[in-house]
């Protein structure tokens, strides 16, 4: 099992920043992904990022490339998301996710029902 915690939600107006963190704890040895998903109310839940753990490789939602940043410290079993230039619809409750196998096919990468474990969430507000 995997627990996965997150911090660094809040509200900020259009154009600011905000950093948010998923720490991993438990049998982490076996990850191959981690990253986030968000969902505002009366969506679906969509992939934002998400990074391949052996090799930092990443992958971003055409909706925040350039925006985001989504890299990781391994000895901590950490990731970062560094979130710039927000936009009024970047507000959702962001979940950071683990995943312990391989994925094959980039539809597949970016199915919320791909993922094994999955933290609580935190929200992020912004206000136009």
């Known amino acids: 099992q995997v627990q996965l915690v997150e911090s660094g939600g809040g509200s900020v107006q259009a154009g600011g920043s905000l950093r948010l963190t998923c720490a991993a704890s438990g049998y982490t040895y076996s990850t191959k992904y981690m990253g986030w998903f968000r969902q505002a109310p009366g969506k679906d839940r969509e992939g934002v990022a998400i990074?391949?753990?052996?090799?930092?490789?990443?992958y971003y939602a055409d909706s925040v490339n350039g925006r985001f940043t989504l890299s990781q410290d391994k000895s901590k079993n950490m990731v970062y998301l560094q979130m710039n230039n927000l936009k009024p619809e970047d507000t959702a409750k962001y979940y950071c996710?683990?995943?312990?196998?391989?994925?094959?096919?980039?539809?597949?990468?970016?199915?919320?029902?791909?993922?094994?474990?999955w933290g609580q969430g935190t929200q992020v507000t912004v206000s136009s």
């Open positions: 996710t683990a995943h312990p196998e391989l994925i094959f096919g980039t539809e597949k990468l970016w199915l919320a029902s791909t993922y094994k474990y």
């Open positions: 990074i391949y753990v052996y090799n930092g490789r990443t």
